[in-house]
């Protein structure tokens, strides 16, 4: 009872007992249901999905409510995908529109003043996880699918977004920035710091190791630290910001990806009508 009484005062506190969706989108795919949340206890059981994710199973911690909520979620829709068979949430992505808000989750992490006066719309890709059971390439297609629908209905030019990589040891930050600068990833025109709070100790020390061209071995171990969302990211013409942000409390980095609709790999956007 007093998890539930403390999960209903953390909705309270960030406003979702108000919550109401910007816009919706609905499509099924086989057995599954891709949407934005329309009604609380679809947004509740999203936030009980991210908590399972973010702070049981990444950082082996409890809270006292079962919810990964913020001030952040009250202005956002909620992309869910539900398996029919069993009627459950299985994965979840939270985007932040320009049209209905103007300031978002990755200025926490990174200076994007440069990013965010560009004209026309965009979105802002987060708190993206997925039911430990489900974590296959074709969940991953369909939360694109999703995504790909709200583009449409919002008319928006560009995504961008924290791509996590579950490590926080800065020689493996420094080598994935290597690595991403010699894929031809980082965009100049897209270049955005990380704040101070959130600026890598001795990443600048580490940077020296990899002056040279990365070796076949190191290539390798690069690629081997990429998570399925970031390569899934990539292997949709996303561009990298630069050095990532350290994200102390979940012991993590996180690299700002930015995805111009213009640049969609075109395969996709023919999968998912969005020309």
Known sequence: MTQKVTGIYQMRSNRLHNFKPKIEVNAEVGSFQIKTV???DDLKEALELRYEVFHKEMMGKKNNYG?????????CDHLIIKDLTTN?????????????SDHFYSEKEFMMSSILQKP???LELGRACIHKDYRRGVIISLLWKGIADYISASNSDFLFGCATVT???PRKAALLTKYFEEDGRINPEFRARPTLKFTMPLIGLFKQEFENPLTTEQKSEAKALIPPLCRAY???GASIAGEPAWDKEFQCIDFLTILRREDLNESVSRRYRMN
């Not at 990964?68 to 202005?75: R, T």
């Not at 459950?88 to 209905?100: A, D, H, M, P």
Request: proline content about 0%; cysteine-free; overall charge negative.
């Open 234 to 236: 990539l292997k949709i």
């Open 167 to 169: 490590t926080d040891d």
């Open 88 to 100: 459950k949430i299985i994965g979840t992505y939270r985007i932040r529109s320009t049209q209905f």
């Open 67 to 75: 919810l990964d909520v913020d001030e952040f979620d009250f202005d």
């Open 120 to 122: 026309g719309a965009k």
């Open 38 to 40: 329309t009604n609380l």
